[in-house]
């Protein structure tokens, strides 16, 4: 910005330098927390008026008519896949979207509590894994998923809830990439954001964020895609905004009352 001072010379006072979020200082996230929501604000607004100027110009009388239907998976166009065994998707197509969407399934199935109870868990790997490598996949879970791991997160040693808590075991997949790929097979990398703890006001494992990314050497199998491997490894992770922790109470709500997703591209 340019000021004139008495002696008719233009000063000019440039911008202060602001930390990197990820290396300096830490901006105060409160004025940017309000010109996102501004900025948000503003695209949904935009959104919305091009969505009612490009309406079609049916009658009057037919708007009172059922609700649309669901609009396809986006970006791709390609319709959902019905659910299959285990209530796990199943039918993705034999190309690389149809790779990637079984990655993102598996992964929501390979993090969720059903997970903590070994015939819950023996049933979605039955439905997820090459026939080849399930009793191998089956003993590797049963060493990880032990009486002592359980107490680690919380649970009761059987991996039951305690009396008075909800258990949260989630995970999110933000987004995927194929990073090796033939025609029976697929290497896909998800990245993830996954919950994990007890809610309830007598927990002293509360529920935490978590980001990771799981690799997973996919096979056609069976007329669908099936694990062959899996591995996980920690991050990318963004940095952690201002907001407020929610209690015990608003947390187990939320768990209650929010049902997770089922994926397709």
Same mark, same amino acid.
């Given at each position: 910005?340019?000021? +004139?001072?008495?002696?008719?010379? #233009?000063? #000019?006072? @440039?911008?202060?330098?602001?930390?990197?979020?990820?290396?300096? =200082?830490?901006?105060?996230?409160? *004025?940017? *927390?309000? !010109?996102?929501? %501004?900025? /948000? +604000?503003?695209?949904?607004?935009? &959104?919305?008026?091009?969505?009612? =100027?490009n309406r079609g110009g049916g009658d009057s009388d037919e708007e009172g008519g059922d609700s649309p239907k669901a609009a396809a998976t986006a970006p791709t166009g390609e319709k959902p896949v019905p659910a299959g065994a285990a209530g796990i998707p199943a039918g993705f197509a034999h190309d690389r979207q149809g790779a990637e969407s079984a990655a993102a399934n598996y992964a929501v199935a390979l993090g969720s509590a059903e997970m903590f109870t070994k015939a819950r868990r023996d049933a979605i790997l039955q439905s997820i894994i090459v026939p080849a490598r399930i009793a191998d996949?089956?003993?590797?879970?049963?060493?990880?998923?032990?009486?002592?791991?359980?107490?680690? /997160?919380? @649970?009761? !040693?059987? +991996? %039951? #809830?305690?009396? +008075?808590?909800?258990?949260?075991?989630?995970?999110?997949? &933000?987004?995927?990439? /194929?990073?090796? *790929?033939? *025609?029976? %097979?697929?290497? /896909?990398?998800?990245?993830c954001s996954g919950l994990l703890g007890l809610a309830g006001e007598s927990s002293t494992s509360?529920?935490?964020?978590?980001?990771? #990314?799981?690799?997973?050497? @996919?096979?056609?199998?069976?007329?669908?895609?099936?694990i062959v491997t899996h591995s996980q490894k920690d991050g990318p992770t963004p940095v952690p905004g201002d907001e407020r922790a929610s209690n015990a109470d608003e947390m187990a709500k939320a768990v209650q009352e929010y049902g997770g997703f089922t994926y397709a591209r």
């Amino acid at each position: 910005m340019s000021l +004139g001072d008495d002696t008719g010379r #233009t000063r #000019t006072r @440039l911008p202060e330098a602001g930390g990197d979020p990820y290396g300096g =200082a830490r901006r105060n996230g409160r *004025s940017s *927390s309000r !010109s996102l929501v %501004t900025v /948000v +604000g503003v695209v949904v607004l935009l &959104i919305a008026a091009i969505a009612f =100027a490009n309406r079609g110009g049916g009658d009057s009388d037919e708007e009172g008519g059922d609700s649309p239907k669901a609009a396809a998976t986006a970006p791709t166009g390609e319709k959902p896949v019905p659910a299959g065994a285990a209530g796990i998707p199943a039918g993705f197509a034999h190309d690389r979207q149809g790779a990637e969407s079984a990655a993102a399934n598996y992964a929501v199935a390979l993090g969720s509590a059903e997970m903590f109870t070994k015939a819950r868990r023996d049933a979605i790997l039955q439905s997820i894994i090459v026939p080849a490598r399930i009793a191998d996949f089956e003993a590797r879970l049963d060493k990880a998923y032990t009486p002592e791991f359980n107490k680690n /997160v919380g @649970l009761n !040693s059987d +991996g %039951t #809830t305690p009396e +008075g808590l909800t258990f949260v075991s989630r995970t999110t997949p &933000i987004g995927t990439k /194929v990073t090796e *790929s033939s *025609s029976d %097979t697929a290497t /896909v990398e998800v990245w993830c954001s996954g919950l994990l703890g007890l809610a309830g006001e007598s927990s002293t494992s509360p529920v935490t964020n978590s980001w990771f #990314t799981i690799t997973m050497l @996919l096979e056609w199998t069976d007329d669908d895609w099936k694990i062959v491997t899996h591995s996980q490894k920690d991050g990318p992770t963004p940095v952690p905004g201002d907001e407020r922790a929610s209690n015990a109470d608003e947390m187990a709500k939320a768990v209650q009352e929010y049902g997770g997703f089922t994926y397709a591209r």
